[in-house]
């Protein structure tokens, strides 16, 4: 099988997170400097059997998009143009970084290292995923 990668894409950084070959499990795979961020898929491409690619959607309460989107839109054009046989799909992230978070307090983790930069970008990464998964199956 394949796995699918999940994208929590930022202005700055952009959290990357992955399923197993079954795609059950999501974990997290690290945080990106988002200026690189195509350099490290093809990378991650050439080396795994990626399937599909889950974006975060970024919407604000009231249905809007948010500004991000403006950056978004052309990265998943250049996307689709290297690898037109992985599957995009767009998965809403509304409270993806709140509840990243909260996980990371509950799961214990030590607050010096929940404010490592990049930390909540892969832990809403995994969420995104897995709200993906959820609905998946």
């Known amino acids: 099988m394949s796995r699918i990668l999940a994208l929590d894409y ?21 945080t990106i400097d988002t200026s690189k961020l195509m350099d490290f898929l093809k990378q991650y491409i050439e080396k795994e059997n990626v399937s599909d690619l889950v974006v975060g959607l970024s919407v604000r309460f009231s249905g809007e998009l948010n500004e991000i989107e403006n950056q978004i839109q052309p990265f998943l054009k250049k996307f689709s143009e290297q690898f037109p046989l992985i599957k ?3 998965e809403n992230e509304m409270f993806t970084s709140k509840m990243a978070s ?14 490592e930069k990049g930390m909540v970008d892969k832990v809403s990464a995994v969420i995104i995923l897995q709200s993906f998964l959820s609905h998946k199956l």
């Open 88 to 90: 995009i799909h767009r």
């Open 10 to 30: 930022g202005g700055k950084r952009t959290g990357v997170a992955v399923t197993d070959e079954l795609q059950i499990i999501a974990s997290p795979v690290d």
């Open 102 to 115: 909260q996980a990371m307090f509950a799961g214990g983790m030590k607050k010096k290292k929940r404010q």
